[in-house]
Nanobody
Framework: QVQLVESGGGLVQAGGSLRLSCAQS????????MGWFRQAPAKEREFVAA????????YYADSVKGRFTISRDNAKNTVYLQMNSLKPEDTAVYYC??????????????????????WGQGAQVTVSS
């Protein structure tokens, strides 16, 4: 059974950095687009970043563009989210997710949460002012 496990969350001061990791367990090799989403208390889940299977295409929400970087290492079945210049409004539970609509596509990625069908358990990120 394939599972996604996030790690790397924590408490950081505004202006600081964190790197989230999302490791895929199970026998299946990572072969599809991946994304990061977040949900703050009393708010709806929102898209953060997405990356195609080959890593050639990435897409970011306007709120994190220029501060966050999504990347992946398919040999390690791991996706990363490097978060720099963190702000208190970045405080949320961060979820990684897999979009298995297309396999082995170097161009496909999605910012629509409805296309993702495998989700991790979430990692808390708290940014203090």
């Amino acid at each position: 059974q394939v599972q996604l496990v996030e790690s790397g969350g924590g408490l950081v001061q505004a202006g600081g950095s964190l790197r989230l990791s999302c490791a895929q367990s199970g026998r299946t090799r990572s072969s599809y687009a991946m994304g990061w989403f977040r949900q703050a208390p009393a708010k709806e889940r929102e898209f953060v970043a997405a990356i195609s299977w080959g890593g050639g295409n990435t897409y970011y929400a306007d709120s994190v563009k220029g501060r966050f970087t999504i990347s992946r290492d398919n040999a390690k079945n791991t996706v990363y989210l490097q978060m720099n210049s963190l702000k208190p409004e970045d405080t949320a539970v961060y979820y990684c997710a897999a979009d298995r609509t297309y396999y082995y596509s170097d161009t496909y990625y999605s910012r629509n949460g409805a296309t993702y069908d495998l989700w991790g358990q979430g990692a808390q990120v708290t940014v203090s002012s």
